[in-house]
């Protein structure tokens, strides 16, 4: 996320893990389905999963379908403009920087990435975009705009590039279809308050959760302090 102050609202959220590993399990799940390899092995319980080692491409890749956030700040567009085309933004991978935005340019200069590599990941880019914004029209949710990572890993003997990282509402955004409700993390970053029952409704749509279950906070919470006491 682009930053434009240094200070970095944080906090721990009781549930949101649980959540986010199942949304972001099913995501990738079907995202193999249709030929996107990623880093995902296979979930091991409600807050863990066995992930394949990659080495992380330093670059974060901001896809974008409706211009909100950092964009309509850096230049002026009106909030909640449908984009012609999807709009694939890269940022600096830095944290003490505050992930800044660069170009692909910037990435063959400082060697980050390849041609070959910046090509092939927008191909899959595009594809986990159609993908996505499907799945989630389908439940009354409209995709907005998500992040994605990549990493290299050797395959067989052959080195490949992968989908790599969460996909889940931490790095989405999700509006519902019809009234715009946020069902995402600026329910944090703009307090907007009821962060779990919006991931536990995204996660209910997709057909994770029952809709009869009554994973409420306080369930999800209890649930995952059982787990650590376990441990
Ligand atoms: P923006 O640049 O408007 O702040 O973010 C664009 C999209 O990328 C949003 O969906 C946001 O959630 C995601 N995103 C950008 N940077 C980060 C990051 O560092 N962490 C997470 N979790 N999501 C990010």
């Not at 649980?18 to 979930?43: A, D, F, P, T, Y």
């Not at 600096?92 to 590599?117: R, V, Y």
């Not at 907007?192 to 994973?215: C, F, M, W």
Request: glycine share 6%.
């Amino acid at each position: 996320m682009q930053l434009h102050s240094i200070i970095k609202k944080k906090t721990t959220i009781e549930g949101k893990g649980v959540l986010n590993n199942r949304i972001s399990e099913h995501i990738l799940s079907n995202l193999s389905q249709i030929g996107i390899k990623n880093h995902l092995v296979k979930r091991l319980n409600m807050r863990e999963q066995i992930i394949k080692l990659v080495e992380i491409i330093p670059i974060e890749f901001i896809v974008r379908n409706v211009a909100t956030g950092s964009i309509t700040k850096r230049l002026g567009i009106e909030d909640g403009t449908v984009l012609k085309e999807p709009l694939i933004e890269y940022c600096f991978k830095d944290d003490k920087l505050g992930d800044p935005l660069i170009s692909e340019e910037h990435i063959l200069a400082f060697d980050w990435a390849s041609k070959k590599e910046i090509d092939k990941v927008k191909k899959m880019i595009l594809r986990i975009n159609d993908f996505m914004i499907g799945m989630f029209r389908g439940v009354g949710i409209k995709l907005i705009d998500f992040k994605l990572e990549f990493g290299r890993i050797k395959i067989d003997g052959i080195n490949e590039v992968i989908l790599a990282d969460e996909i889940s509402p931490d790095t989405c955004r999700l509006w519902d279809s019809i009234t715009e409700k946020k069902l995402d993390k600026d329910r944090f970053r703009k307090d907007l308050g009821d962060l779990i029952p919006a991931y536990t409704e995204v996660a209910k749509r997709l057909g994770i959760l029952h809709e009869q279950s009554n994973v409420s906070a306080v369930n999800i919470t209890k649930l995952s302090s059982v787990k650590r006491k376990k441990k």
